[in-house]
């Protein structure tokens, strides 16, 4: 999708727009201005100047993705570390966003989806099996393995 110089003056304009709209990764917001065609010298300052005038925010973007993802997708604190470090934001961010995570309503969520997987498995018969399941996907869902054992412990 890339496309011809547009400017820099245009680029700044959409630029502006595109992380007003909604929290962006500083990866993602290079690729785009990369996209517009810009040089990477343009690139720079253009990435500096919505740092200054606050329109690009690591921690903000963090804070906001690890939060939606959890609230509306119901990703474990692994998941959303994981894709995290996929657009590149700092390990500083990444702990700040994880720890914003309510420790309370973390463990609601993971009992209230371990407890619907299993009622989705109540055909399943072979205990260890069952077990086995409702482990794997609650670590594909993004949980760690300690919060998953003490749960299903407590499950079974």
Known sequence: ???????KEKAWQKIKHYCAYQERSHKEVKEKLYGFGLYKADVEMLLTQLIEENYLNEERFALAFAGGKFRMKQWGRQKIKYELKQKQVSDYCIKKALAAIDGEQY???????ATGK????????????KKRKLQQ???????????ITKVIDELF
Not at 1 to 7: A, D, E, S, V, W
Not at 107 to 113: A, I, P, R, S
């Open 1 to 7: 999708m890339y496309r011809l110089n547009i400017g």
């Open 107 to 113: 463990e609601k969520v993971l009992y209230k989806m």
């Open 118 to 129: 299993l009622n989705a498995l109540k055909t399943e018969k072979n205990l260890l099996l």
């Open 137 to 147: 996907y609650l670590m594909q869902k993004g949980f760690e393995t300690a919060i």
